[in-house]
């Protein structure tokens, strides 16, 4: 029997009306695809950007760190507190030491680091001769100076340091040699004020050698070189708060004569202030 016509033409819309749906479906299925593809590939992106992000931050704290914990050690040196500067500056230095010693790829990049290095070293050394007790940080003195041995420039800071840390360690003899050696040194870089120190630490271990007459001679050098701070009317005006001196103090508990000499040094003082007149 044959199938009535308005059958057949029911069928044919039914099936033409569902063609329509599954092509949307399929439409609509594919542009969700595409959108949960992009989405995921956004994601993706983010992440990456993310994990580059932190890489470079990363890196940059690194070669930052350094320099952070010296600036933070140096200004523990200028509120005094040499102890607690000294750790930050001991690991600051140790990462300039490392990093000149792998800075392979370019004679630059080697300067660059020893150049820190040798900065770092002369406020570290600073810290080390104002600490309470300089003896205690000997492994630290050695290590310093081995490599500005090595590496410094030939200028009066690094003989100038070593010659304090050896006044207050009771070595007179390598105190005398190293102050000495700042002295005698051309450096047209040196302030007056750091070879008239120089000068001053001569005086000093005069003082503590129980040699008044060296230690006159040099605050003489001292006040040639910068009159403001050592020409002999300041040096006398100054005389009691020079022997209440924190710092002479702890060189009187060193070296026994420095009290006995520093007395006789005022007086040796006023006699060639008394010539000069």
Known sequence: MRQPKEDR????????????????IKGVNTWVGLIL?????????????????QFVEGKIQKRLEPFELYAYALSLNHQEQYDDAIPLF????DIFIERNKGA???????????????T??????????????PNKYHD????????LDKERPNTVFADNEFGWYNLRTGNLAEAEKNFQAAVSIYDASATKETKAKSFWGLTLTYLAKGDVKKAVENT??????HPAE???PVMIASAESIKKDKWHREIATVHPAFDASIEEYFKELKTELGKQK
């Open 90 to 93: 001991e690991k600051s230095f």
């Open 230 to 232: 050592y020409a002999l």
């Open 140 to 147: 630290k003195y050695d290590r310093i100076k081995e490599f």
């Open 120 to 133: 770092v070293a002369y406020d570290y050394m600073f810290a080390i001769n104002n600490s309470n007790i």
């Open 220 to 225: 003489k050098n001292a006040a040639a070189i």
């Open 37 to 53: 593809t992009l989405v995921a590939f956004g994601g993706l992106i983010v992440y990456l950007l993310v994990c580059l992000d």
């Open 104 to 118: 392979t790829n370019s004679f630059e990049d080697k300067k660059l680091y020893e150049n820190q290095g040798i």
């Open 9 to 24: 033409d029911s069928i044919d819309k039914a099936q033409e009306k569902k063609g329509w749906i599954d092509w949307i």
